[in-house]
Nanobody, 123 residues
Framework: QVRLVESGGGSVQAGGSLRLSCAPSIYAFSGHCMAWFRQAPGKEREWVAW???????DYVDSAKGRFTISRDNARNILYLEMNSPKPEDTAMYYC?????????????????WGRGTQVTVSS
């Protein structure tokens, strides 16, 4: 059973920075697409960013230029660097593992999820 554990969340002021980490227990981690999603209170869970096995990435428009997703395949760790966060970025952030290396922004394409780490951005 795949297990994902997020860490690094917390409170940060707008314009600061925060780095989230995710440690998945996946055999052949490097062969899986990995992604970050987030869910704010009263809202649907939304895709934030994904990274495939080749290191190609994509982001939701609101995160482009501010967030960076990366992965360390040797250490089996996924990261989300959040620069210049805004109050509207406040949410629970979830790490997700895809079925294979193919990536999507659709929740149904991810087979395993972490329990989330809370990010709160104050103005």
């Amino acid at each position: 059973q795949v297990r994902l554990v997020e860490s690094g969340g917390g409170s940060v002021q707008a314009g600061g920075s925060l780095r989230l980490s995710c440690a998945p227990s996946i055999y052949a981690f490097s062969g899986h697409c990995m992604a970050w999603f987030r869910q704010a209170p009263g809202k649907e869970r939304e895709w934030v960013a994904w990274i495939n096995s080749g290191g190609f990435t994509d982001y939701v428009d609101s995160a482009k230029g501010r967030f960076t997703i990366s992965r360390d395949n040797a250490r089996n760790i996924l990261y989300l660097e959040m620069n210049s966060p805004k109050p509207e970025d406040t949410a629970m952030y979830y790490c997700a593992a895809g079925r294979n290396t193919w990536c999507s922004d659709e929740r149904d394409e991810y087979i395993a999820w972490g329990r989330g780490t809370q990010v709160t951005v104050s103005s």
